[in-house]
Each structure stands twice: as C-alpha cells, then as structure tokens.
C-alpha cells in the first residue's frame, strides 16, 4: 500500500503529482455523432490541436484512459457499453459530456431511443452545451478540468458540483 | 446536362396528349384532361396489362407515378417492375399508418385543426388516405427506379389491420432484406419468405412498433412540447404578422408558466 | 482508498476474462471477431461480427441501431419548419444537403417556389456541404489504411469550408438555414471572394491527396482490386452515389433529375470508374470534391439578384398529398417520402438515407475478404453513422 492509498500525502507532493496528472491526461474518444467531429476537429486539426494543453489523443483503449469526452447522442441500446468501457477505465478518471445529446437529450428529448443524458449512466464532471459544441468549447471545459484536478485532494477526491462550460 | 429530363417534363407540362391519348383517356382515374405524362403513362399501361385486377389504385402527379396494388399481388408487382419495366435499382421499403393519432393529435395543442380521432368505423374504417387511395389501416410502400430510363415508380399495398403480412420481395432484390426487417420492427409488418426478421435498429427487448400512430412518446406525456411559441403572436400585436425570429425570447418567457 | 481483497482481485480477474471472451471468441470453425461499436477503425458506432477462417472472412454481419434516434417518428410530432432542425443532424457532415430535399418536397407539396437567387444560393451551400463531407472522406481514408499524414491535411483544409458555411449560416455544422420559400436571410458582404479563395485551397488539397494518396504504392495495392462491387449487384442493394458511379453506373440525380436547383446552369462532368473497387470509390469522390468546387464558383459568379424568400404564410401548413423529392447527397440518394394530411407537421415521413442502403451490401461484399481489407472496404464505402441509423 502506497502513500497514495494511505492518504497521508505531503501537501507539495500532492500537488506536484497534481500538475503531472493534468498535463498527461489520456482522452479516450467516443466520437458518437455530430460532436465526435467536432472532436474530432479539437484532436486532429491543426488549428486547435488538443495537445498543446498537454491532453493525448488515441489511446489502444479505455484501460489507458484517465479521460473519456462523451461526444454525441447516447442511446438505450448504446448504453450498456458506455458504461462497461467506463468501468474498464483506471481511477481517477473524468468524464466529459459534450454536447446537448449527451447532457440531456438535446432535440431528442421526446425520442423513444434516446437516453436523455449520459449522466443516467456514468457520473459527469464537466458538461460542454451546444449542438455541437465548437471546438473551442471543449477546450475551455479541459481547461476548466485541469484547474480542478490541480485543486484535488489525492485522499479525497472532490466530488462537488459538476462544471458547465459557460454558466 | 439535364436535356433528357428536361425534354420529358416541358412536354409533360406543355400538355401533348393526342400523342397517346386513346390509352390515356381510357386509364386516368382523374376525370379532368390532365397533361399525360409520356415517360411515365407507358410504364402505367404496362403494369396494367401485367396485373389486370390486382392494380387497385393509380396516380400520375408532378412528375411521380403511384400504383396500388392487391397484397396478394405484391410480389408480382415488383417482378413486373423489374422484368418488364427494367427497374434494377431498388430505392427503399418502408409503411405508413393510416390510423388518425389519439394520443399524439391530443398533444399538439398548439394545432386548432386537429383532426379528431375518429373511431374507426365506415367502409374504410375511417381513415383519411392520400394518393392512389387505401382501404385498410396499412399500407406498405417501395419505390425501385431505372437507372436506364431515369423513371422511379412507388408501389403501394393495403395490408390487413389484425395480421399485416405481404409476401418477401428479398429473393427479387437483395437490398430489401434491412428495409423489411425495419418495416418489421417498427410497423410490424410480417414479410412471408423473408430471411430472419428481426430487430435491426432497436434493442431486443424493446416493446411495441414506434412507427404506428398508436406507439406514445412518453416523454410527451411528462412534459408539454415547447413547440407552442412558434405560433404565438407577437408580444405587442393582437395575432398573426411580424416575424417569428423574436418570438421566440418573448413568447417563451410569457408561456412558461401556462404550459 | 480501501485495502484490495482476495475477493475483489478474483471478481477483477474474472470480470477481464468475461470482456476477452466478449472480443474473441473461439469457436469449433473458425473465430468470431467482433468489432465495434466503439472501435477507432469504424467512425462512429457500427459494430461488425464477423466470423474467420484463418485471416478469411466467411460471414459478416454489420450490428447498426447504436445510433438510432428515432427521426421518422420524431417528425411526425414537429411542425415543418422544426423537422429541418432535426434532418440536419442525420448526415452530419454535410448537413444542409440534408435539409435541402425536404423542404423542396414540402415546397412541391405547397405548390411554392423560391425565388431564383434563394435556388442559387441553396444549390451553392449544398455543394459546399459536400466539401465539408468528402475532404474529410479523403483524409480518413488515408487513415483507415495506416497513412496518418492525410487526415491533418483535411481537417485543416475542411476548416475553411465550414468557416465559409458559418458565415452565411451562422452554425458550423448545423446551418438550419433553409426555409420553406427560400432562405433564412441573405448573404454576408464579401462572402463570394472568401468562396472563391477558398475553392482554390481545396483544389490545391485535391492535388496534395493525389500526391499522397493515389500516387502511393501501398494505398495502390491496398485498395485496386479489393472489394469489388459489380454495377448490377450495386444496384440491387441500392447503392448510390459516388459508390454506384464507382461501378461505372451513369446515373447522378443532380443532372439526369429536373430539380428547381441550379445545377443546369452550371457545366460539370459526372465522372464514373469502371472498375467497382475500393480505389475506385476514392477517385470517385476526388474528381468529385473537384467537379464541386467548379459548381460553386460558376454558381456564385452567376449569382442573380433579388428576393431570397417568396410569399409564404406566416403559420405554414402543408397541404394534403404526398411527394417524393431526392437529391444526390454526398453519401448517395437521400429523398424523403413525405405524406401530409393538411396539418402544421407532416403525418409521415419516410427518410430514405444512403448509407442505410450502402452498407446494407456488407454481409454479401465481406464474403471471403481479409481482415485487413475489410477496414479499407468499410472506410471506401464512406458511411456516416447518424445515415445509416437514422
């Protein structure tokens, strides 16, 4: 049992192992519609280019994964491997819910396939709103996500109120 | 470019009905001299002569041909299409409900001409059908084209309210095997000869058929469509005029209690 | 955190042997591999089980419905105008060709015409759509088969294809911009240079794709001869498109169809392959991403003036009847089938989308293939997912 478990960290030990978990953050990418591309854009176009905030696309699988961005409309028939890959994920791990779809529904609010927020399934702790978000959205909820994981106690880890990009 | 089609439809709307106009007199359904359609007219008469009585319904409109046919000649429709009118490219297969809406129409409050739900009842039990006409509460639809000729034609079916059922087209075109198995899952249509049928979008236990009318949203009955402010008024006018850009802000706000 | 037990690393162990059982299973035959529905070499979330002998596929099957939303009930509780908000998000990438033949159905349907500039500029937007679809196609393709470089150059270059989208439209993605009569409102000063400058970036990227791609020995090998679709089967799956035009079938709706749209005023060349293979699928929709570019400029110098929105009322109702309205979308035929009762929405709309019959021809192309190639056979046939699920 490390010192981690133990939760007796030294207060600067924890944040330097703060400031190297932010800045090395695995994103694993469920490009599920719209937004995957607009995902897809932040991860591969050069003009917003994800890497620069120290975030690494195109991990072999959710098990290399401290971040998933779920991008995109989830359905019933698509949840339970939402939540198998989620729980493949080592801890701690984040979740970002990006787009309308996957925060509440969006415009399938009143679909009879549609799971109306991914937050039924997986806990959520950044929600980007739009439809699709631009690119620039979801690296403002990144941002927004590494401000908190710097502020994070290693024994506790801070559960409060989710983030909402914007609000 | 489009000199072909172009042609066709110029004469179509120019109205040449002498060229063929002992056959075309003797088939429209519709009384009035409408301009004849010479692409689509041949293909009209063949499929007539091919099935006799089994075509029950026809209509020629804006450059489109529908013929309904007898669900026992559903099948043989289709091969006449293929064989004799050269029809290889198989577009789509899907149905239609023609059951008004109880629970749905009831919800759009926003709509003051609903039509009521009429029970079923009268010769074909009360429903309002459209072109080429329908007796029985489904219908079952696809359209195949020619890509030789640039003509596509949609084919109808009345299809039996208790036990919908028509005959497999999958053997004559391959394509239709996906959009038969949706029909099945979300009409519940049952295709003899087909395959496998089964779910090909929904998850294996999901219930019911969405696409018939009397399938609810269920979210629908929680919460009221928030549609209603696109046909309010604008805040300052009595009704109707202005535009409808900047009800929305307003006509939101003034109705959220109300809904 | 809490001390690890014997019991938790046993129900650890077993719950990884359950997931490895899920991906690979061995069987008496042959191995079933199963990929998907969250699998980087398929965009978005089509699952395939397919079924080996030794490398050979013997039996595929594609599992769709992970994305299904449900649009052709959801329009039947929408008023005309709001079903364009949702027809957008079914091709995701080129979306206001999506919007396109709806609203001509419900147009034909009216009996209302737009006026001649409002034609133009839908008929501009739409092949500016199909920029935004096919550059990315022709990046992603490199991808699927291991070359990395081509997929940055094209999401660089579709940039600024959808700036120009943003500009008129005012969404990126979702331009939500046509309306039933005409536009939503006019275009920004200065747009038409900025098209212009543009059209000549892509052309550039097409001839960077040609360097890069088609040149390739690797990418030669890898895609002539594979997957080969002969125009008569094509066409009985329903193909479409730049995929049926690959097998050497004439046949593209914006020329041979009389469509109020302004392709006829336009000169540009519907090119065909006669080979049927995932290559020529690719050049296909390279000669295509340049026969576009060609469109647009021709359209916008042509561009005519005056109103961008006939007379329409204010609450609009559709009459009785039913119209069937297609148009060669950048995935294939995409038509809508919509009956109307006389009501503010339509009573029924049957989208008929492309990739849905696309891939429908999988179980029957995957037959026999290798593994390998059945990534480049996926990536040629170029599906987006929201097409086939609806």
Redesign the interface.
């Not at chain 3, 014997?6 to 008496?28: C, L, M, P, S, T």
């Not at chain 3, 969250?38 to 099957?61: K, S, Y």
């Not at chain 3, 730049?242 to 046949?251: E, L, P, T, Y």
């Not at chain 3, 990739?355 to 056979?377: A, K, Q």
């Given at each position: 049992?490390g010192l981690?478990?133990s939760?007796h960290m030294p207060k600067p030990l924890t944040q330097l192992l703060n400031t190297a978990r932010k800045y090395s953050l695995w994103i694993y990418q469920?490009?599920?519609?719209?937004c995957?591309?607009?995902l897809?854009?932040a991860i591969?176009?050069?003009?917003y280019d994800i890497m620069r905030l120290g975030v690494i696309p195109?991990p072999s699988g959710a098990r290399q994964a401290d971040l998933v961005v779920i991008a995109?409309?989830v359905?019933?028939?698509?949840s339970p491997?939402i939540r198998?890959?989620y729980e493949?994920m080592p801890d701690p791990k984040y979740v970002i819910s990006m787009g309308s779809c996957s925060n509440c529904g969006g415009?399938?609010?009143?679909?009879?396939?549609?799971t109306?927020g991914v937050d039924q399934i997986i806990p959520v702790d950044v929600y980007v709103p739009g439809?699709?978000p631009?690119p620039e959205a979801l690296l403002e909820g990144i941002v927004l996500l590494q401000q908190r994981i710097q502020q994070e106690d290693m024994a506790s880890r801070w559960r409060g109120d989710p983030i909402v990009v914007g609000a | 470019m489009a000199a072909d089609a172009a042609a066709g439809e110029e004469a179509a709307a120019g109205g040449t009905p002498e060229a063929e106009s002992p056959a075309a007199q003797a088939t429209a359904t519709t009384e009035a001299p409408a301009p004849v359609d010479e692409r689509r007219q041949p293909w009209l008469e063949a499929l007539q002569a091919e099935l006799g009585e089994a075509l029950v319904g026809h209509e020629i409109a804006g450059g489109d041909v529908w013929v309904r046919v007898d669900s026992r000649a559903w099948r043989r429709a289709v091969v006449a299409c293929r064989d004799r009118l050269g029809c290889d490219y198989f577009c789509f297969l899907s149905g239609l409900d023609w059951k008004a809406d109880v629970d749905l129409a009831a919800e759009k409050v926003w709509d003051p001409e609903a039509q009521p739900s009429a029970p079923a009842a009268g010769a074909n039990g009360g429903y309002r059908t459209g072109v080429a006409g329908g007796d029985t509460r489904f219908q079952v639809f696809a359209r195949l084209f020619s890509t030789s000729a640039k003509v596509g034609i949609t084919l109808k079916a009345d299809l039996d309210e208790e036990d919908p059922r028509v005959e497999s087209i999958v053997s004559l075109y391959r394509g239709a095997e996906w959009h038969e198995r949706e029909a099945w899952e979300m009409l519940g249509f049952t295709f003899d000869g087909h395959p496998g049928l089964r779910h090909i979008?929904?998850?294996g236990e999901f219930e019911g058929h969405?696409l018939r009318k009397d399938?609810p949203?269920?979210?629908?009955d929680v919460k009221p469509?928030p549609g209603l402010v696109d046909v309010e008024a604008m805040p300052g006018e009595p009704e109707g005029g202005g535009d409808a850009e900047g009800a929305d802000a307003e006509g939101a706000g003034a109705e959220g209690g109300e809904g | 955190?809490a001390?690890v037990t014997e019991f938790q690393k046993a129900a650890y162990v077993a719950g990884q042997a359950a997931?490895a059982r899920v991906n690979v299973e061995i069987e008496a035959e042959g191995m079933t591999l199963n990929i998907g529905?969250?699998h980087?070499a398929t965009?978005?979330?089509l699952r395939i089980v397919v079924r080996l002998d030794g490398e050979q596929v013997v039996w595929a099957e594609p599992v769709c419905?992970?994305?299904?939303?449900?649009y052709e009930?959801?329009t039947e509780?929408r008023t005309y105008p709001q079903v364009t908000?949702?027809v957008n998000?079914i091709d995701?990438?080129g979306s206001f060709a999506n919007e396109v033949p709806f609203i001509l159905a419900a147009e034909k349907l009216m009996d209302v015409e737009a006026p001649p500039r409002a034609q133009w500029i839908r008929t501009a937007l739409f092949e500016l759509g199909r920029l935004a679809n096919i550059t990315?196609f022709l990046g992603d393709m490199g991808v699927q088969l291991g070359a990395l470089t081509p997929?940055?150059y094209a999401?660089?270059d579709?940039?600024h294809v959808l700036n120009l989208i943003e500009a008129a439209t005012g969404g990126?993605?979702?331009p939500n911009y046509d309306r039933i009569g005409g536009l939503k409102e006019d275009l920004p000063k200065g747009w038409v240079t900025e098209v212009k400058s543009a059209m000549s970036r892509i052309r550039t990227f097409c001839d960077e794709m040609e360097d890069l791609l088609v040149g390739n020995e690797i990418f030669e090998t890898r895609t002539r001869g594979i997957g080969l679709v002969p125009a008569a089967v094509g066409l009985e799956y329903g193909l479409s498109g730049a995929n049926i035009r690959a097998s050497g079938v004439d046949w593209d709706i914006r020329r041979d169809e009389d469509s109020p749209l302004a392709w006829k005023h336009c000169d540009w060349k519907v090119w065909t392959h006669p080979d049927g293979d995932c290559f020529a699928r690719y050049w296909v929709r390279l000669q295509e991403v340049r026969e576009a570019t060609k469109i647009v400029e021709q359209l916008l110098d042509g561009l005519p003036s005056g109103p961008i929105q006939a007379k329409v009322p204010r609450i609009i109702k559709v009459p009785a009847g039913e119209a069937w309205v297609h148009t060669d979308n950048p995935l294939g035929e995409m038509g809508y089938y919509v009956v109307s009762k006389g009501g503010l929405g339509p009573f029924r709309t049957k989208i008929r989308t492309p990739s849905f019959s696309n891939i429908s021809i999988l179980p029957w192309l995957l037959r026999g293939v290798y593994v390998p190639d059945v990534i480049t056979i996926l990536a040629s046939l170029y599906f987006i997912?929201?097409d086939i699920d609806r």
């Amino acid at each position: 049992m490390g010192l981690v478990e133990s939760g007796h960290m030294p207060k600067p030990l924890t944040q330097l192992l703060n400031t190297a978990r932010k800045y090395s953050l695995w994103i694993y990418q469920w490009g599920l519609a719209c937004c995957g591309l607009e995902l897809g854009a932040a991860i591969g176009s050069p003009r917003y280019d994800i890497m620069r905030l120290g975030v690494i696309p195109f991990p072999s699988g959710a098990r290399q994964a401290d971040l998933v961005v779920i991008a995109g409309t989830v359905t019933d028939k698509m949840s339970p491997p939402i939540r198998r890959l989620y729980e493949q994920m080592p801890d701690p791990k984040y979740v970002i819910s990006m787009g309308s779809c996957s925060n509440c529904g969006g415009p399938y609010w009143d679909s009879y396939s549609v799971t109306k927020g991914v937050d039924q399934i997986i806990p959520v702790d950044v929600y980007v709103p739009g439809c699709p978000p631009r690119p620039e959205a979801l690296l403002e909820g990144i941002v927004l996500l590494q401000q908190r994981i710097q502020q994070e106690d290693m024994a506790s880890r801070w559960r409060g109120d989710p983030i909402v990009v914007g609000a | 470019m489009a000199a072909d089609a172009a042609a066709g439809e110029e004469a179509a709307a120019g109205g040449t009905p002498e060229a063929e106009s002992p056959a075309a007199q003797a088939t429209a359904t519709t009384e009035a001299p409408a301009p004849v359609d010479e692409r689509r007219q041949p293909w009209l008469e063949a499929l007539q002569a091919e099935l006799g009585e089994a075509l029950v319904g026809h209509e020629i409109a804006g450059g489109d041909v529908w013929v309904r046919v007898d669900s026992r000649a559903w099948r043989r429709a289709v091969v006449a299409c293929r064989d004799r009118l050269g029809c290889d490219y198989f577009c789509f297969l899907s149905g239609l409900d023609w059951k008004a809406d109880v629970d749905l129409a009831a919800e759009k409050v926003w709509d003051p001409e609903a039509q009521p739900s009429a029970p079923a009842a009268g010769a074909n039990g009360g429903y309002r059908t459209g072109v080429a006409g329908g007796d029985t509460r489904f219908q079952v639809f696809a359209r195949l084209f020619s890509t030789s000729a640039k003509v596509g034609i949609t084919l109808k079916a009345d299809l039996d309210e208790e036990d919908p059922r028509v005959e497999s087209i999958v053997s004559l075109y391959r394509g239709a095997e996906w959009h038969e198995r949706e029909a099945w899952e979300m009409l519940g249509f049952t295709f003899d000869g087909h395959p496998g049928l089964r779910h090909i979008y929904l998850p294996g236990e999901f219930e019911g058929h969405p696409l018939r009318k009397d399938f609810p949203l269920l979210s629908r009955d929680v919460k009221p469509w928030p549609g209603l402010v696109d046909v309010e008024a604008m805040p300052g006018e009595p009704e109707g005029g202005g535009d409808a850009e900047g009800a929305d802000a307003e006509g939101a706000g003034a109705e959220g209690g109300e809904g | 955190m809490a001390v690890v037990t014997e019991f938790q690393k046993a129900a650890y162990v077993a719950g990884q042997a359950a997931d490895a059982r899920v991906n690979v299973e061995i069987e008496a035959e042959g191995m079933t591999l199963n990929i998907g529905p969250q699998h980087p070499a398929t965009h978005g979330t089509l699952r395939i089980v397919v079924r080996l002998d030794g490398e050979q596929v013997v039996w595929a099957e594609p599992v769709c419905g992970y994305m299904h939303r449900g649009y052709e009930k959801l329009t039947e509780v929408r008023t005309y105008p709001q079903v364009t908000t949702l027809v957008n998000r079914i091709d995701w990438l080129g979306s206001f060709a999506n919007e396109v033949p709806f609203i001509l159905a419900a147009e034909k349907l009216m009996d209302v015409e737009a006026p001649p500039r409002a034609q133009w500029i839908r008929t501009a937007l739409f092949e500016l759509g199909r920029l935004a679809n096919i550059t990315l196609f022709l990046g992603d393709m490199g991808v699927q088969l291991g070359a990395l470089t081509p997929v940055f150059y094209a999401f660089r270059d579709r940039e600024h294809v959808l700036n120009l989208i943003e500009a008129a439209t005012g969404g990126r993605f979702h331009p939500n911009y046509d309306r039933i009569g005409g536009l939503k409102e006019d275009l920004p000063k200065g747009w038409v240079t900025e098209v212009k400058s543009a059209m000549s970036r892509i052309r550039t990227f097409c001839d960077e794709m040609e360097d890069l791609l088609v040149g390739n020995e690797i990418f030669e090998t890898r895609t002539r001869g594979i997957g080969l679709v002969p125009a008569a089967v094509g066409l009985e799956y329903g193909l479409s498109g730049a995929n049926i035009r690959a097998s050497g079938v004439d046949w593209d709706i914006r020329r041979d169809e009389d469509s109020p749209l302004a392709w006829k005023h336009c000169d540009w060349k519907v090119w065909t392959h006669p080979d049927g293979d995932c290559f020529a699928r690719y050049w296909v929709r390279l000669q295509e991403v340049r026969e576009a570019t060609k469109i647009v400029e021709q359209l916008l110098d042509g561009l005519p003036s005056g109103p961008i929105q006939a007379k329409v009322p204010r609450i609009i109702k559709v009459p009785a009847g039913e119209a069937w309205v297609h148009t060669d979308n950048p995935l294939g035929e995409m038509g809508y089938y919509v009956v109307s009762k006389g009501g503010l929405g339509p009573f029924r709309t049957k989208i008929r989308t492309p990739s849905f019959s696309n891939i429908s021809i999988l179980p029957w192309l995957l037959r026999g293939v290798y593994v390998p190639d059945v990534i480049t056979i996926l990536a040629s046939l170029y599906f987006i997912l929201g097409d086939i699920d609806r």
